[in-house]
């Protein structure tokens, strides 16, 4: 069986352009999570979608933005990419969005924006 | 606001040693603690989830403990082997989504 998946792995972008990310969570697998891991840091969350709808959002500005579509697949988007958003994107899946759930991570989305 | 924090940052030791990260956050409310492994510019794989109602959670080597009452938890990892370096990331989930700790770098020497 095939795991979190998410593309493109690597991306680099210059200052105001914008970006989109993608993950495909594991077959079955409902809930949907992202996050922004900075070099040298723990991830901090950013959103969490289940069911297509938000279901948690992390401190993170207004241009940043994410989407669950009908077969449980994502999308992050970040619009005027500031150098401060280069960073590994994770994403993360799961059952359902109970706690004590197993989180599942994808090898990540390297961005740098120069 | 929930702090978690990994002590030591980095950790080398020679092959075959027995080991222990320790992590500690300030909100005693949660729901469960997990422990973590990132491989350099990779993805993370769980390794332990501890609920809040258990002690500790065991998986071949490694061997998780939860004290809630102190905000505590520790990761034991036994005889240490080359394949265990690797970055061991503690997280807990309350009432906000996982928080994670900067880690621990660990490095086991041949």
């Known amino acids: 069986d095939a795991g979190v998946t998410q593309s493109p792995t690597h991306l680099i972008k210059t200052r105001g352009q914008h970006v989109t990310l993608r993950c495909s969570p594991i077959s079955g697998h409902k809930s949907v999570s992202w996050y922004q891991q900075v070099l040298g840091q723990g991830p901090q969350f950013i959103f969490q979608y289940y069911e297509k709808e938000e279901r948690g959002r992390g401190n993170f500005p207004d241009r940043f933005s994410a989407r669950q579509f009908p077969n449980y697949s994502s999308e992050l988007n970040v619009n005027a990419l500031l150098l401060g958003d280069s960073a590994l994107y994770l994403c993360?899946?799961?059952?359902?969005?109970?706690?004590?759930?197993?989180?599942?991570f994808g090898s990540g989305t390297q961005l740098s924006v120069l | 606001k929930q702090e978690v924090t990994q002590i030591p940052a980095a950790l080398s030791v020679p092959e075959g040693e027995n080991l222990v990260l320790n992590c500690s956050f300030t909100d005693s409310a949660i729901y469960n603690l997990q422990w973590f492994r990132q491989d350099p510019g990779k993805g993370l794989t769980s390794l332990l989830l501890i609920q809040s109602s258990q002690r500790e959670q065991t998986s071949g080597r490694l061997n998780a403990s939860l004290d809630k009452s102190s905000g505590r938890s520790t990761l034991y990892i036994a005889a240490s082997q080359p394949g265990d370096s690797a970055t061991y990331l503690c997280a807990v989930e309350g009432n906000t989504p996982l928080v994670f700790g900067k880690g621990t770098r660990l490095s086991v020497i041949a």
């Open positions: 993360a899946s799961s059952l359902g969005d109970s706690s004590n759930e197993k989180l599942f």
